[in-house]
C-alpha cells in the first residue's frame, strides 16, 4: 500500500472511531470522503497552522457538516492544533469537536454548518468578499489576495433550495475562486438520492455557468487531486468537481442509506480497521507523521513567499498598503456625529429616513457592503454612490441578489465572516420568514449582520395579508443573541444604528413604510431600548413601538381631554431595554396603573411588561387588501377606539 491509500485509511478508521467512541455522528460520509479530504489539505490548501487568521489563507467551509469527525481528523492528521484527546471527545460537552462544525468553537473552523446548504450558500458570500479585496487591493505581481473558497458538499446540500439560489448567482457573477466539492453518493437518509431527484446534475452546473469536472472514483487520490488542481487553472467561472464516491466506504453496509447515521459497533470497527490495515487507535503510526510533516514545511515555505512578497508590496506600492490598512481597520464611529439636525425635525416614512442615514454610515465604512433581494426602489435600501457590485465591478458596494431571500441572507454571513465588518441585507418584514435559517445562523456565530425590513406592517395596504406582517416580529424576537429595533422616528432610527454598531452581534430592523411623526426624545434615553416619551405618572401607561408610538400619543391627548392622564413610552428595541438595571426598568414600567401594550403585531411578550393585569392591544389576525386607514378601522387601531377601549377597561 502507497504512503498516500496508507493516509487516507488512517483518516478513515481516526473518523469511524471517534463515532463510535462518542456512539454519535455520521461515518458514512467521513468514510466515503476521505479521499477528498486528503487530497485538498495535502496538495492544496493555503492556510498558516500558526495564525489561523491569516489574511490570505484559503477557506474551507464543509456545508454537509455532519463530516465534522473526517473534518476534525484530518485537522488531526494535518497539524491543524487538535490533539488525541479532542478526537476522544467528539460530540462531548464543551469540546472543541462539537457534533457540527462550529465558528469560534474550533479555531480553523470558517462558519458553523449543519442545516444543509446554508455551507454553499456562506462560502458564495466568502468568494465574493475575495473579489472585493483582490480587486481593491492587488497590484501587477503582487496578488495578496489569490485565495480560493472550498466547499465540500453532499446530495443533501444541493437539494436544498438556499443553495440552489446561492451557486445560481455564483455562476452569474463569474466567481472563479469558489470551488465546489460535490460528494457524489446517490445516497440519502431514506434511500436513493434518484428517488426525489432526478435531474442531469452535470448540464444543470452548466446551465448555471460553471466549470463542471467529473470524477468516475472519488476513492482514487490521483484522481481527486489532479481534478482539484484543474478547477484553480479556471479564470472564468466557478467550478463543480463532482466526485462519485461510496458511502461508508469500507464497511460492512457500504453503499447503504443505513451506514448514514447509524455509528459502527465496536466489532464493525475492527473489521473496517483490519480491511484497510489499520492497527492503531485514536493515534498515527510514524511514517505518516513524517510524511504529512513534509506537506507542512512545504505550506510554510508558501507562507513565507507570500509574506517577502508582502513585505515588498508595502513599499512598492505604499497608498495601496495605506488604504488596505484603512479598510481592514476597526475603526469606531460615532453615530451623534452623523446626525443631521434638519432631518430628525421632519416628518419622514421609516425607510426614507433610513436610506438616508445608511448612506451616511457607509461613506465612514469601507467595508459595509450589502444588498436588496431585488427591492431597492421599495424599501430604499440602497447605498448612494456606492456602486453596484458585479462581474465587471467587484468594488461595487451594492450587490443585486435577484429575488433569492434565502440565500441573500446566508451569503450575508459568508460576507461577514470574511470582511469582519457590518453587512446589510434587504426585503419586506413578511419576507424575513424566507430568511429565519440564516438569521439564526447569525445569532448562534454572533455575526454583525443588519437584515433591514420595510413594509413593517398591515399599513402598507392595498398589497393585501401575503405583504402584512403579523408574526414577524414575535418570531424574529424568540431567536437568541438578535437584536431586533423598530424605531418610532428617525432620531430612533439614528439611536438603533448606534446600538448595532456597538453590538457584536446581528441586528433586525423593522422600518414603516408610511410617514412617522417626528418626536422630541432624549438620545441617551432612546438607546436604553425603552423610555418615557410623554407624560410623567398617570391612569394609563402605554407601551408602544414603531408607528403606533405617534398613535400612543393621539391616544393620550384623547383621554387627557376626559381628564384620564396617560403616559406614552417608546420601546425602540427590548432587547436592549431588557439589559437595563432593574431600578431603570421599574422605574419606567410603574408610571401608570394599567399598563398596555400597543404594537401592530401578534406579540405576547408583551406580557413581560405589562403584566398579566395589563392590556395587549395588537393585531391578531391577517389583514385585507384595502386603504391603510380602512384596516386601521378594521383592526381597531384608531385613538378613538383605542381610547374608548382604555376608558372601559378602567370602568370595570
Known amino acids: 500500500m ?14 469511524a472511531e471517534m463515532i463510535t467512541n462518542a456512539n454519535s455522528g455520521h461515518p458514512g460520509v467521513a468514510l466515503g470522503s476521505a479521499t477528498i479530504f486528503y487530497a485538498l489539505f495535502k496538495d492544496h490548501y493555503f492556510y498558516d497552522i500558526k495564525d489561523h487568521n491569516f489574511i490570505a ?29 479532542d478526537l476522544r471527545s467528539f460530540r462531548q460537552l464543551n469540546s472543541a469537536t462539537p457534533g457540527h462544525p462550529e465558528y469560534k468553537v474550533t479555531n480553523f473552523v470558517e462558519t458553523s454548518t449543519g442545516p444543509l446548504g446554508q455551507g454553499v450558500a456562506n462560502a458564495v458570500g466568502m468568494a465574493i468578499a475575495e473579489t472585493m479585496l483582490a480587486q481593491r487591493f492587488n497590484a501587477q505581481k503582487y496578488p495578496v489576495f489569490d485565495n480560493f473558497v472550498y466547499c465540500f458538499a453532499g446530495d443533501g446540500c444541493l437539494m436544498e433550495g438556499v443553495a440552489q439560489e446561492a451557486l445560481s448567482l455564483a455562476g452569474t457573477l463569474k466567481l472563479n475562486k469558489f470551488i465546489l466539492l460535490y460528494d457524489y453518493n446517490n445516497m440519502t437518509i431514506d434511500g436513493k438520492a434518484e428517488e426525489t431527484n432526478a435531474e442531469d446534475i452535470r448540464k444543470k452546473f452548466k446551465s448555471m455557468h460553471f466549470n463542471v469536472i467529473y470524477v468516475r ?39 447503504q442509506n443505513a451506514i448514514h447515521g447509524k455509528p459502527l459497533s465496536t466489532q464493525e470497527l475492527s473489521a473496517l480497521k483490519q480491511r484497510l490495515g489499520v492497527k ?43 488604504q488596505l490598512v484603512a479598510f481592514l481597520s476597526n475603526k469606531e464611529i460615532d453615530i451623534q456625529k452623523l446626525i443631521r439636525e434638519d432631518l430628525i425635525t421632519q416628518d419622514l416614512s421609516g425607510r426614507d429616513a433610513n436610506s438616508i442615514i445608511l448612506s451616511d454610515i457607509s461613506q465612514k465604512m469601507p467595508r459595509f457592503v450589502g444588498g436588496t433581494a431585488d427591492v431597492a426602489a421599495s424599501t430604499k435600501v440602497y447605498l448612494k454612490n ?13 450587490i443585486h441578489y435577484g429575488i433569492r431571500e434565502h440565500a441573500m441572507g446566508a451569503i450575508s454571513n459568508g460576507l461577514s465572516l470574511v470582511l469582519k465588518s457590518p453587512v446589510f441585507c434587504s426585503t419586506f418584514l413578511a419576507f424575513s420568514n424566507y430568511m429565519l435559517p440564516p438569521i439564526r445562523m447569525s445569532a448562534l456565530m454572533n455575526l454583525p449582520v443588519w437584515y433591514i425590513f420595510s413594509h ?10 401575503s405583504h402584512q406582517s403579523v408574526e414577524q416580529l414575535g418570531t424574529l424576537r424568540l431567536i437568541p443573541n438578535l437584536n431586533v429595533y423598530r424605531p418610532a422616528f428617525t432620531k430612533e432610527i439614528y439611536a438603533c444604528y448606534d446600538l448595532a454598531l456597538n453590538s457584536s452581534g446581528p441586528s433586525a430592523f423593522a422600518l414603516a413604510r408610511q410617514t412617522l411623526k417626528s418626536q422630541d426624545a432624549d438620545y441617551d434615553f432612546i438607546k436604553k431600548g425603552g423610555y418615557v416619551l410623554s407624560g410623567d405618572t398617570g391612569d394609563i401607561e402605554i407601551l408602544a413601538t414603531g408607528s403606533e408610538v405617534e398613535l400612543a400619543v393621539k391616544v393620550k391627548d384623547m383621554l387627557g381631554s376626559q381628564d384620564i392622564k396617560c403616559v406614552v413610552a417608546s420601546f425602540p428595541c427590548l432587547e436592549q431595554f431588557d439589559r ?20 401592530a403585531s401578534d406579540d405576547n411578550i408583551w406580557y413581560k411588561y405589562i403584566g398579566k393585569d395589563g392590556l395587549r392591544i395588537g393585531v391578531d389576525n391577517f389583514g385585507k387588501s384595502a386603504k391603510p386607514a380602512d384596516l386601521d378601522e378594521y383592526f381597531g387601531m384608531t385613538a378613538s377606539k383605542i381610547a374608548k377601549k382604555l376608558k372601559n377597561y378602567l370602568n370595570k
Open 2 to 15: 502507497n504512503i498516500n491509500n496508507k493516509c487516507i485509511n488512517h483518516l478513515r478508521c481516526l473518523s
Open 57 to 85: 489563507r484559503d477557506r474551507f467551509v464543509a456545508s454537509a457538516g455532519h463530516v465534522s469527525a473526517l473534518y476534525y481528523a484530518t485537522a488531526y492528521m494535518f497539524n491543524f492544533g487538535l490533539g488525541e484527546n
Open 217 to 255: 472514483n472519488g476513492n482514487n487520490y490521483n484522481s481527486v487531486t489532479r481534478a482539484i488542481a484543474k478547477a484553480k487553472k479556471c479564470q472564468d467561472k466557478p467550478t463543480v468537481i463532482i466526485f462519485k464516491t461510496i458511502i461508508g466506504y469500507g464497511a460492512d453496509t457500504a453503499g
Open 280 to 322: 492503531e487507535s485514536f493515534s498515527l503510526p510514524s511514517d505518516i507523521k513524517e510524511y504529512v510533516l513534509k506537506t507542512s514545511q512545504k505550506n510554510s515555505t508558501l507562507i513565507e513567499k507570500w509574506n517577502n512578497m508582502f513585505a515588498v508590496y508595502k513599499t512598492a506600492n505604499p497608498e495601496l498598503y495605506k
Open 386 to 398: 456606492g456602486g453596484d457590485y458585479s462581474s465587471h465591478n467587484r468594488k461595487g458596494k451594492n
Open 456 to 465: 413593517d406592517s398591515y399599513k402598507i395596504g392595498e398589497d393585501g395579508p
Open 580 to 599: 437595563q438595571p432593574k431600578a431603570y426598568k421599574d422605574n419606567v414600567l410603574s408610571r401608570g396603573k394599567l399598563l398596555v401594550s400597543l404594537e
